[in-house]
Each structure stands twice: as C-alpha cells, then as structure tokens.
C-alpha cells in the first residue's frame, strides 16, 4: 500500500502543473492526494475565488480516507484567511486541515527569520498583498522581486535555474532566510543549491507544507537534499 505511513490530501489549482512536487520531497510511505480547484488566472481575485467550493472539493479528499487535507496555495490561502479555510474544511469532512500559508509562516519560524528576502511568482497585487500579510505577522520583508505571471501555466513553465538567478539577485538583502513563494512552480530540485548559494536558510511553499503537514502527522524522517528544513536542521526551534 502506497500510503502506508500515512495519506495526505492537497487541494490544488487546476491550471497549476507542479502538484507532483510534494510527493517528490516526501518520505517512504507518504502519499499525497490530489484534488484540483478551478483556477486560471493569478490575479488577487482570483486566488478569493479560489476557496468558494472548498468544503465540496475537500469532501472528495475524504473519500479517499486521507489522515490530513493541505490547502496548497500560498496566495489564496493569505488572501482569504487561513483559519477560515481550515474550519471550513475540517466542518465539510471532521479532518485536521492545513495551509500553505501557515506552513510558510511555521517554517520561517522554524528557522528563526525575521527579516525576509522575498520571491513570488505573483502579479504586483498579490506579492503586495503577502508583503502586508507577513508583515501583519511581525516579519520585516527587506527585499523582494517577483516573476510576473499572470496565469498558474506560466508559473509552472518557469525553470528551476531561473528562480536561483531570481533569488541570488537578493543575495546582498540584509534577510534572516529567503522566502520563495508559490506553490505553483518547479523549485525542489534548485532549493539545496540555492541555499548553499544564497548562504541562509531558503523556505519555499511546497517544501513547508511537505515539512509542516510531517510535523502534523507526528512523522520525523531527516530528508535531504531539498534544505536544511527537511533535514530537520531547524526541529528543536519549532518544537
């Protein structure tokens, strides 16, 4: 059985092709689930629209008996208010229920960012907006830079290398650890040589949600070559 540890489902855009990355950072015996949300567009109101039918897609994840439903998209789940999300899931289907956005924020705090260097793959409303929603939780974003895409295809067709250069273009913030957000891109195979390169902790959505659902599940397993975060370099912080 493939999910014999454990079955996690992911609630996911429908244009978005990156679903595969959470089943490539987890353990043996981890299986994620997914069902798809509509989504075509990146545009703030569009990630709000996002969450409208949210407690029937979640309802389909039950069906499959999963352990624990992620909401996974970073900017959605900040735009429309991740406690919100996470009633409303676990009042459609009785499962624990998570986000993105909260992993990220479990993440940073894991690693003990304060100030951010910031990468989105969002148009300027929606990296504006995230910059207000981390600063409304005590961060302090010092720089920041976004590819532009307008749909999840476009954030999808992004290679890897092109979010290092993204992100090595930050090199000289003056930043804690480098937040690369969105769950919509291919980053995990760049995330180990980004940080080694970038030379402080690198949190990206996918991955924090791969480490915070873990945590949930109790499942402490060291992962490499995806950051020290899956390393488990930083656990004892966010115990």
Partial sequence: MFGWRARI?????????CDFEPQRMAPPGVQFVTTRMG???????????LTHAVEQHAQLLADAKVDLIAFNCTAASLAAGPESICRRITGATGIPATTTIQAVLAALAAVRARRLALVTAYPP?????EIRFLEGHGLEVTGWQAEECEYPLQQASVAPDRWREIALGLKDTPADALLI???GIEIASALQR???????PVIASNQALVWHCLRLLGISDSIPGFGGLLRREFDTVAA
């Fill in 9 to 17: 489902g992911q609630l996911y855009p429908s244009g978005g092709l």
């Fill in 39 to 49: 989504f075509r567009g990146t545009r703030l109101e569009d990630n709000l629209r």
């Fill in 125 to 129: 409303e929606v990296t504006a907006a």
């Fill in 181 to 183: 957000s969105c769950a």
């Fill in 194 to 200: 980004i940080e080694d390169e970038f030379g402080r």
